[in-house]
């Protein structure tokens, strides 16, 4: 079974590259990716986030999102799954950016986009914001595909772990925030 799931990730990957890629679109995309880069753009966006006053509150869901996101696939699952690059795998894969550093199970950049984005479009009073913001982390999810970093799987795995930590992080500060109001109202 493993071994099925291995072959359509293979091919989806070189099909990806015979069909999809272009100069430009490497350009384009490649400067995309890189902005996930230890989550530079979505740390910017809690930065954002929490500048304004209205959103102040809605920077702590994401934040916290990112953090268990990024401990739990970044520190825990990538080391114990330690599952190998597409690119060291996949003989006629070519990637096109530099090597990676760490394993490739789940995708940190795809999971640290949607731990950040998400909290928007749960949280967040303008719907539409929060729906740009999660099809931005879509498209980074793509982009790792695209470049050739991550398996399908990877991916996929890298989404659920993001809406996941997510849903988490916006459950855990509303209980201690409900609690901390409970225990007000009784003083």
Known sequence: MWDMFMNIDANALLYIQDHFRSELGNYIIIKYT??????????????L?????????????????????FLTGNIVLKNVIARTRPYEVIEMLRCIIEPQKDFSFPSGHTSIAFAATVPILINGKNKILG?????????????????????????????????????????????????????????
């Open 131 to 187: 729906s740009i913001a999660v099809i931005a982390a879509l498209f980074m999810g793509l982009s790792r595909l695209y470049v050739g970093v991550h398996y399908p799987t990877d991916v996929l795995a890298g989404m659920i772990l993001g809406i996941v930590s997510a849903v988490i992080s916006c459950r855990l500060i509303r209980f201690v925030v409900s609690q901390n109001t409970h225990l007000t109202s009784k003083n």
């Open 49 to 69: 986030l929490f500048i304004c006053p209205k959103t102040r509150k809605l920077s702590g869901y994401c934040l916290l999102s990112i953090f268990i996101c």
């Open 34 to 47: 890189h902005l996930g880069d230890a989550g530079k753009i979505w740390l910017l966006l809690v930065a």
